[in-house]
């Protein structure tokens, strides 16, 4: 079986979306959803599977099976599920329960004994796949599919599938909202939306109307249902191109409008015509073909683009300039600002509840660096018209920093409204890009909140920004809300930020060291410099509790060269009771801003030049981990080679659990690997972490690469590492960081 074509599997995703935003309810949603992807994939059977505990108002057991496929005994299967499930025995979706993780198995005659496939071999199944819906607090259930044929992994599809079971959750916690009395049903989310939603079938005839239809065309929803479209809100002179267009498709499967926006004019009651943006979309269910659209009134929009253009003037280009980004042409932040606490200021005046939405695409700056700047302007460019016709007339969409974009939303009657231009966001951004000859895919993370009495301007997007991280961990491509729970963590951020401003001015940072130590014989070979925070109030915080917070605000900058002048300080003191031997190595981690600030050589040589260490042998080992390289890896290797002429060597932290890829060992000046400390951790009990130390250690060895391995607690650890030839031991074994005083007063000193 062939895999999936990546444009096939992109349609997937998009008729998913439709199915979730256009069904009427749970059972619907799931039994649509299955059908499209038998269909699209190639499954002979679906079945979905719910949490009766975490979601006991969804439908327990669905299922799905293809008309085409061979004869499947799904009564045999059932009972088989059902008998396992009464002896506690598990199956492939309590496989997927219980550790979270997809599961693709190719051939069950090849299956591994322990995978719980018992069930579908008396189907005659022979391969299947199982998916998590989840929520981003848990797992309510799972979509399993299968074949009568061995099915390879497919990579594309895995994405796609995954992406879908995430997107059904994210829909089914607002059901479980709803069926608890905070959220109505999805059908009660489209009635009750800003703008005018139209269902259509294959004959013209309208079969879906909301409330913002009837307000906007004049028409009740009773009295247009059954009624052509064309005869109720099409201008005479434009219905005989939409009879045939509707024809072109239905004939050809071709259509040059669908899923793009469209300013067109409508006709309402009255007769008069005024200017609309509809979206179309199609939909095949029970083999017949409906046509949705979502329409808003652009008059106001219309009419204040002609008086912008009536009254351009050097004055207003200036002041645009001013005003405007010139990459996007959209509002820039100081006009975003402006107009943001413009609308706070009138929040008393009933004006409705007022929403920030942050959208940041997703590995932005991976795609910057693949395909180059130029092409990285174009997609930001692209994206900004997106933006521009996926929100309300009202709304304003700014570009606020580097991939970020932010939309202010006045008068905003619920979250389901808001939710309602997210998803119209997502679904916009995830269409391919063409750009010189690239097929560029894309996906957007999305952080939404609300003002409330006291919320400020900076407060708010800092909210909104806060929630988009929030999306982004939680594998990007979707949206979240501000909560209590994030307001709490952005009031302590908020807080650390602000005292850590003082924190440099009133000495309270402070640097600890840890030794590092030959695997041989366990002489002292160099120190890492671990920063500390001496807080007033909360005593002494580790760098997890700050530097977060350090480098979202860019006070990283001023503490790193805190960090590199204080250990040049203090080297002068521990190399002078160090053995002259071998220079003592003194390690400082970067961060990701560090590097892409542009004085950071200039820095560490004003401070090496002006160190006075009368002769003593020191070396600065410079440790960034693969994410903080990968964050923007042409700009990392030009700046770790400058470091290097420096006299500086290059250790690649954390080795094993980011990209770890052999590009980067070459691409990189390089001199040591760091091995995770999981890998340390495990490798006296788990045969494979051992033989991963094993060859990392071969691969680094082979490269001229020395091996450090941190995490090094007992002495069963520091044999095993030495049994794979491991260079340098670091960890708890030979002594916690400790002050330098405390430092020097270590066996290796005395």
């Not at 992109?10 to 998913?16: F, G, I, M, S, Y």
């Not at 004019?265 to 015509?273: D, K, T």
């Amino acid at each position: 079986m062939t895999p999936t074509r990546q444009d096939d599997c992109l349609d997937l995703l998009d008729q998913v979306m439709r199915i979730i935003s256009t069904a009427d309810a749970p059972q619907t949603i799931l039994q649509q959803t299955l059908r499209c992807v038998c269909r699209t994939a190639d499954w002979a059977l679906g079945h979905a599977a719910m949490d009766v505990h975490t979601a006991p108002h969804l439908p327990a057991d669905v299922w799905h099976v293809a008309p085409d496929s061979p004869s499947t005994n799904v009564n045999a299967f059932r009972q088989a599920l059902k008998a396992q499930r009464h002896n506690q025995q598990s199956n492939l979706a309590e496989h997927v329960f219980d550790n979270g993780q997809l599961q693709w198995i190719d051939d069950f005659d090849c299956a591994d004994p322990h995978t719980p496939v018992a069930a579908a071999c008396i189907a005659g199944l022979a391969a299947g796949c199982a998916v998590p819906i989840s929520t981003p607090q848990q797992i309510i259930g799972v979509l399993e599919f299968y074949t009568h044929q061995p099915r390879p992994r497919d990579a594309a599809l895995i994405e796609v599938m995954t992406q879908i079971g995430t997107n059904l959750g994210n829909a089914f916690e607002r059901h479980l909202q709803d069926a608890s009395g905070s959220g109505p049903p999805s059908w009660r989310i489209i009635d009750n939306a800003g703008e005018a939603f139209v269902g259509m079938d294959a004959s013209g005839c309208i079969t879906q109307w909301n409330r913002a239809a009837a307000a906007m065309f004049g028409w009740s929803r009773s009295e247009v249902l059954g009624q052509r479209v064309a005869d109720m809100i099409i201008p005479p002179r434009y219905r005989e191109a939409h009879t045939d267009g509707i024809h072109r498709y239905l004939t050809t499967g071709t259509s040059r409008v669908l899923g793009k926006p469209r300013k067109v004019h409508g006709l309402n009651r009255q007769g008069r015509e005024f200017p609309i943006e509809i979206t179309r979309w199609h939909l095949q269910h029970d083999n017949d073909n409906l046509f949705y659209a979502f329409i808003r009134d652009i008059t106001e929009r219309e009419q204040y683009e002609a008086q912008l253009v009536q009254h351009a003037s050097r004055e207003f280009e200036l002041q645009q300039q001013a005003l405007h980004d010139k990459l996007t042409e959209l509002p820039n932040r100081r006009l975003l600002m402006e107009r943001l606490e413009q609308l706070l200021a009138r929040r008393d005046e009933h004006l409705g509840r007022l929403a920030v939405l942050c959208v940041d695409l997703d590995n932005f700056k991976r795609n910057n660096a693949y395909f180059g700047h130029a092409v990285g302007n174009q997609i930001l460019a692209a994206v900004a018209e997106k933006l521009r016709f996926a929100v309300r007339p009202a709304d304003l969409v700014a570009h606020d920093n580097g991939d970020e974009f932010v939309i202010v939303c006045p008068n905003i009657p619920s979250y389901r409204d808001a939710a309602s231009i997210a998803i119209r966001i997502l679904v916009s951004i995830k269409q391919r890009l063409h750009i010189q000859n690239y097929n560029i895919p894309l996906s957007a993370s999305i952080g939404i909140a609300f003002a409330d009495a006291n919320s400020s301007g900076q407060y708010l997007l800092n909210a909104a920004d806060t929630a988009m991280y929030r999306a982004k961990s939680a594998g990007g491509g979707q949206f979240a809300f501000f909560d209590e729970q994030m307001r709490l963590v952005a009031d302590s951020r908020m807080r650390i930020e602000s005292d850590l401003h003082d924190a440099l001015a009133r000495d309270q940072l402070r640097l600890y060291y840890q030794p590092i130590v030959s695997a041989v014989d366990e002489t002292l070979t160099g120190v890492e410099a671990l920063i500390r925070w001496q807080h007033p109030e909360y005593g002494l915080l580790t760098p997890d509790e700050f530097i977060p917070v350090a480098e979202d605000s860019k006070l990283i900058v001023p503490i790193g060269t805190w960090v590199f002048e204080q250990a040049y300080r203090d080297a002068r003191e521990l190399a002078a009771k160090h053995s002259r031997q071998h220079p003592l190595q003194i390690s400082i981690n970067l961060s990701a801003v560090q590097l892409e600030h542009a004085d950071l050589v200039n820095t560490v040589r004003r401070i090496q030049q002006a160190a006075v260490l009368d002769s003593i042998p020191v070396v600065l080992r410079l440790e960034v981990t693969e994410t903080v390289a990968m964050h923007d890896p042409n700009t990392s290797a030009a700046i770790l080679w400058q470091l290097r002429k420096l006299g500086a060597t290059i250790a690649l932290d954390d080795f094993g659990i980011g990209y770890s890829s052999l590009t980067y060992l070459r691409r990189f000046p390089v001199d040591y690997i760091k091995l995770d400390k999981s890998f340390v951790k495990d490798m006296t009990t788990d045969p494979v972490a051992h033989a991963i130390v094993r060859c990392i250690t071969d691969l680094a060895h082979a490269l001229q690469l020395k091996v450090v391995a941190e995490g090094v607690e007992t002495r069963e650890q520091v044999q095993a590492l030495r049994q794979t030839e491991v260079d340098l031991l670091q960890g708890f074994l030979y002594a916690k960081p400790a002050p330098l005083a405390e430092f020097l007063r270590m066996a290796w000193f005395t």
